[in-house]
């Protein structure tokens, strides 16, 4: 217990980390009590936040922050207004036969189940079969409830995002526009003196910033790269399947994981167990190793590596704290931790002490 006390007196002696630690703790729990409320608040803060990495890479060229406001936000709205109007469309499009297509291959699964004892009776026996079966059935009627019972609740999140689609790109505008203003106005209710906190914000910043467009850039080559080759290749649902391979980068390790199931059952049941069939996998697997040890290197050599238990514990951690949004910003997240930790003042010990002097 005087350890702890020791500590924590040796802590709040310094005011720089009694300023920190006050942030930290304010935002933490201003989002957790009130990040539903506030959420398309927050959402245009992130857009914002991407965006202005773009105006300040075109600012070198020397046109006034107004021009560059006005260029970067039309751009943003032209794009939105083009995935609103082709590609989501096309994306309830392939989800709609997706979802009709998934009985008829849930039969064939069955009837390719129902075969596996006559093939490998050593090996596989019929009562293992039957309980995939009644298994697989109970899953489909599961499937069949949650997917009715959601259907009532998309028609009220489609109103919502409606709303949202109005809301966040007016926010984005204005946060692009009254930046310094807003800036100059959360400031003047913090403490002069603030260097520590300036030094963990320059720092998250710049890593932040590097991650969330190699990032972006990472999704988008992903993206296409896969549609091109399911395209090739003929496979249904393309632009869906694509879509979700690109997005699933953005989870490391359990994304491309998760992702490779569906592709995989899409390929088959439209392939067979044909040439085809293996053509798409390799193409698929080639695409990963070249994201996994091409891509990700050349878009993230200046951000600070995160060792693989870190980013885990971050998925965990702020997945269990936030759901979905907490998965998706669990790394911009641990890099801001990291940020923390590093500006973080430390003690030395005594045995510190006694090795920087003999070596004075």
Not at 106 to 134: C, F, G, H, N, W
Request: contains cysteine; positive net charge; proline residues 5%.
């Amino acid at each position: 217990m005087n350890l702890v006390l020791s500590w924590l007196k040796r802590q709040t002696s310094n005011p720089q980390v009694v300023i920190l630690a006050g942030i930290m703790l304010s935002c933490f729990l201003v989002i957790y009590f009130l990040g539903r409320m506030l959420l398309p608040l927050l959402t245009g803060l992130v857009i914002a936040y991407m965006l202005e990495g773009v105006i300040r890479t075109m600012a070198r060229i020397g046109l006034p922050r107004n021009v560059l406001v006005v260029a970067v936000f039309s751009l943003f709205m032209a794009s939105l207004l083009l995935a609103f109007f082709m590609l989501i469309p096309l994306l309830l499009k392939q989800v709609t036969q997706f979802v009709q297509q998934i009985p008829s291959m849930l039969a064939e699964t069955q009837v390719m189940l129902a075969q596996l004892p006559e093939k490998y009776p050593r090996y596989i026996s019929q009562s293992l079969v039957d309980e995939l079966l009644v298994a697989l059935r109970t899953e489909l009627v599961g499937f069949g409830q949650t997917f009715i019972a959601n259907t009532v609740s998309s028609l009220i999140r489609l109103l919502t995002l409606v709303v949202y689609f109005v809301l966040v790109p007016l926010l984005v505008f204005f946060f692009l526009k009254d930046k310094d203003k807003i800036i100059s106005w959360i400031t003047g209710f913090l403490p002069k003196d603030r260097s520590l906190s300036v030094q963990v914000w320059l720092d998250a910043d710049r890593q932040i910033g590097n991650y969330i467009r190699g990032k972006v850039w990472e999704i988008l080559i992903v993206w296409l790269a896969n549609y091109i080759a399911f395209t090739l290749f003929k496979l249904p649902y393309a632009m869906l399947l694509s879509l979700a391979v690109g997005l699933s980068v953005v989870v490391p390790y359990v994304g491309a994981t998760v992702v490779t199931l569906p592709v995989l059952l899409v390929a088959y049941f439209h392939c067979g167990l044909t040439p085809d069939f293996f053509y798409v996998t390799f193409a698929y697997a080639v695409i990963q190793l070249l994201d996994g040890n091409v891509l990700v290197p050349l878009l993230f050599a200046e951000v600070v590596n995160l060792h693989p238990v870190a980013t885990i514990a971050s998925l965990c951690v702020f997945g269990g704290l936030w759901g979905f949004w907490g998965v998706f910003f669990a790394i911009p997240l641990a890099t801001l931790v990291q940020a923390i930790l590093t500006a973080w003042p430390r003690h030395k010990t005594h045995d510190e002490q006694s090795v920087a002097a003999e070596g004075c």
